[in-house]
């Protein structure tokens, strides 16, 4: 899988199996952040959790509105979350974009190891305003949770495309 494959084979997957993902997977992809931009360089001000605690992916799911005949929400039956965390910036929201691009980039390195993941975002608020579930994350003082990466493998096919299943609108300025 070239560069621009694996980019168009990412793909959220919400229907994960019990096949945990190796340390070496793991590892590799919590490496992969290391290669995201980060505004202004910050890369002291953020934090990364692995969190395979199943507590806390109980705790929270049973914090969490249900759709019948869905996967289990927020995590969808993945056992391996990595959460980014980040300092709060002086310069507005940029560590929510700095988040993004270290998240990407692990899903990314995900993919070009046959990782299904799924970005989540939504859960995250529940953590933050629950003292329980934030101290279970164990962070450092001054990190807050802003979004995450669930990895794991799934039973549907992860496909390889040439091309993005997405397309956004678009205008020149000459
Ligand atoms: C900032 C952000 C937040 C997201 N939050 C969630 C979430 O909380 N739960 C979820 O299931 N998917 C979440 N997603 C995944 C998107 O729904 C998904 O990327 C989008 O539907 C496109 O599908 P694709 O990833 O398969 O291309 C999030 C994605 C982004 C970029």
Redesign the pocket.
Known sequence: MDALQCLYS?????DFNDKPVSSADVAEIVRAAGAAPVGMCRYADKHLTVVKNEAFFKAVTAKTPQVEGRRE??F?GARTLIVVSSKLSDAPAIE?AD??CI??AM?LAARAKNVAS???????KTVRADEKLLAALDLPEGYSPL??LAIGYTDEELKLSDA???TLSLNEVD
């Open positions: 990412r793909v959220s997957t919400r929400a927020p969808y929510y988040a993004a998240v990407y899903a799924v970005y989540l975002w939504g859960f995250l979004s995450a993005p299943r997405h």
